[in-house]
């Protein structure tokens, strides 16, 4: 099974693996890999909204709120 940003819990993190590519999502490769998600990266799951979109997410020493469909096409390693 291969996790993606979307599916981390409330805290958890885990460590960039590479994009889903798709022609749907090139447009969302393209804006977070200029604000800094590339393979290597570790994100941090800070909190949701209430119905769960969009997602704050922490990289490095940033904040990030990212809509839900944004962030399911960056495949993740889940770090204990």
Same mark, same amino acid.
């Given at each position: 099974?291969? @996790?993606?940003?979307?599916?981390? %819990? !409330?805290?958890?993190?885990? +460590? ?5 590519? @798709? =022609? +749907? =999502? ?8 200029? #604000?800094?998600?590339? %393979?290597?990266? /570790? /994100?941090? #799951? !800070? ?5 769960? @979109?969009?997602?704050?997410? &922490? #990289? &490095? ?5 990212? &809509?839900? $469909? +944004? /962030? ?7 770090? $204990?």
């Amino acid at each position: 099974m291969t @996790d993606t940003l979307s599916d981390l %819990a !409330i805290g958890e993190k885990g +460590e960039i693996q590479e994009f889903i590519l @798709d =022609n +749907e =999502n090139i447009p969302y490769i393209s804006k977070l890999t200029n #604000l800094g998600f590339v %393979a290597g990266g /570790v /994100v941090q #799951l !800070i909190d949701t909204a209430p119905m769960g @979109d969009p997602m704050k997410v &922490r #990289l &490095r020493d940033s904040y990030f709120a990212l &809509r839900k $469909k +944004e /962030v399911s096409c960056i495949i993740i390693k889940k770090i $204990k």
